[in-house]
């Protein structure tokens, strides 16, 4: 079944493949560009930013003769938000686009004159980044992730479904910035519901800042978890390569985001599908003249289930074929 905001987010996205079609024709001659995209990594550790290019050139932007690229990097530290927001507002870019809800959140109290694309987000109605998904009435408008509660249990369920055993499962997470009292507690809630249904307990493990990992990694030792769930962010994407290691070297069955955290070497992921295509397209409606507070946002209607068999093999576990039938994405 279908709610109401999740109609509105499929329609809306509906509505900017079409926009987005209609883009493939020549920009105005003699403008130039100039877009501010905050990422984790840069190029030449991160391949996304390859379909990123891909995308602009399609919609006929060029670097180099009618768009600046102003790229930026956070490095997987979450507090450098404000100070590249505030580099971008300097430059006066057209754009910002942005993930997370506290690169959103960091992005929006620095100006409210520049559109923001945001991506990645929980729940920015209940954040208050924008006012409703139909008419987001301010300067941000894009993409944004479905329950942060409805995500966790699901890679909860795909954590079992590969590995029945796991019963004390650390959570990896950041930390829930502007997350008031009542929300936390609501969130608490359903998702303590929901693990115990799947049988397990999820002691949090707070890693906010790369320099932290040795102190969480330890801390997951003495929690003594048998098995690891990731939640997207920023902290997490940068060192999803040592949080593979860590898991492998503990035999500890780990479940994150999606492709990216599979192919660093974790067992499974799943997560929402967000097509470059989409994000650029609203760069390129705002740049036609697009008022953010106009233009609704959307959420994923896909969604992708991950698998890395070597690393199932290295566990000594056996993936079931039911599991491997419906995983978009197998590695080995």
Do not use: C
């Not at 992730?145 to 959570?171: M, Q, T």
């Amino acid at each position: 079944m279908i709610d109401r905001r999740q109609f509105l987010g499929i329609a809306a996205a509906g509505t900017l493949a079409l926009a987005t079609a209609v883009g493939l024709r020549a920009q105005p001659a003699g403008r130039v560009y100039r877009v501010g995209w905050i990422g984790t990594l840069p190029p030449d550790r991160e391949p996304a930013w390859r379909r990123i290019d891909d995308e602009f050139r399609t919609l006929g932007y060029v670097e180099g003769r009618n768009l600046v690229l102003e790229r930026r990097f956070t490095e997987g530290r979450s507090e450098r938000y404000a100070e590249l927001v505030a580099d971008l507002v300097r430059l006066d870019v057209d754009v910002i686009v942005v993930a997370s809800d506290v690169g959103v959140r960091a992005a929006k109290a620095t100006t409210t004159r520049i559109p923001i694309v945001m991506y990645g987000v929980t729940d920015p109605v209940g954040f208050g980044l924008i006012a409703s998904y139909a008419r987001p009435g301010g300067n941000v408008t894009g993409l944004a992730d479905h329950s942060f509660a409805a995500l966790h249990l699901k890679r909860l369920e795909l954590l079992k479904s590969v590995a029945p055993k796991a019963r004390r499962v650390a959570w990896l997470q950041g930390d829930f910035h502007g997350l008031d009292s009542a929300q936390a507690a609501v969130r608490r809630k359903e998702i303590e519901a929901g693990e115990a249904a799947l049988g397990v307990t999820s002691p949090r493990v707070q890693l906010n800042v790369k320099e932290d990992f040795e102190r969480a990694a330890a801390e997951v030792l003495r929690e003594r978890a048998d098995a690891l769930v990731l939640s997207p962010n920023p902290v997490n994407h940068a060192l999803r390569r040592e949080i593979a290691e860590f898991a492998l070297k503990q035999r500890l069955p780990a479940v994150g985001g999606g492709r990216a955290h599979v192919d660093a070497g974790l067992l499974a992921g799943f997560g929402p599908v967000w097509p470059v295509s989409e994000i650029v397209g609203y760069v390129d409606r705002i740049l036609r003249g697009a008022k953010p507070a106009e233009l609704p946002a959307s959420q994923s209607s896909r969604f992708d289930t991950a698998l890395n068999l070597h690393t199932a093999a290295a566990l000594g576990l056996t993936v079931p074929d039911s599991v491997r039938m419906r995983a978009d994405y197998v590695v080995g």
